[in-house]
């Protein structure tokens, strides 16, 4: 069983960075980020295999945001920088136990969500 806790999330201005974590128990080979927006479908974004760090991102993101992971801590971030209005988003952190690390593959463990909004 894994657990998933957020934090970090809050309001900033079009332009300025957000960092958020995710607190992590249980094996888990897999960590991503993903958001929704209000009436949009969830979207995965960011992706970090755990024992490797290797990662991957979602054209809507890439070159602005950055998945890290500190393993002796059990954490995974999210450094958002040059927001935009249309970041605005519940964001979720999530792990999965399968084999391959993907932000279009299934994950089986959520947290709770921190909501993101960028707005002047």
């Known amino acids: 069983q894994v657990q998933l806790v957020e934090s970090g999330g809050g309001s900033v201005r079009p332009g300025g960075s957000l960092r958020l974590s995710c607190a992590a128990s249980?094996?888990?080979?897999?960590m991503g980020w993903f958001r929704q927006a209000p009436g949009k479908e969830r979207e995965g974004f960011a992706t970090?295999?755990?024992?490797?760090?290797?990662?991957q991102y979602g054209d809507s993101v890439k070159g602005r945001f950055t998945i890290s992971q500190d393993n002796a801590k059990n954490s995974v971030y999210l450094q958002m920088n040059s927001l935009k209005p249309e970041d605005t988003a519940t964001y979720y952190c999530?792990?999965?136990?399968?084999?391959?690390?993907?932000?279009?593959?299934?994950?089986?463990?959520w947290g709770q969500g921190t909501q993101v909004t960028v707005s002047s």
């Open positions: 249980g094996s888990r080979n897999c």
């Open positions: 970090i295999y755990t024992r490797s760090g290797i990662t």
């Open positions: 999530a792990a999965r136990t399968g084999l391959y690390c993907s932000p279009s593959l299934t994950f089986n463990y």
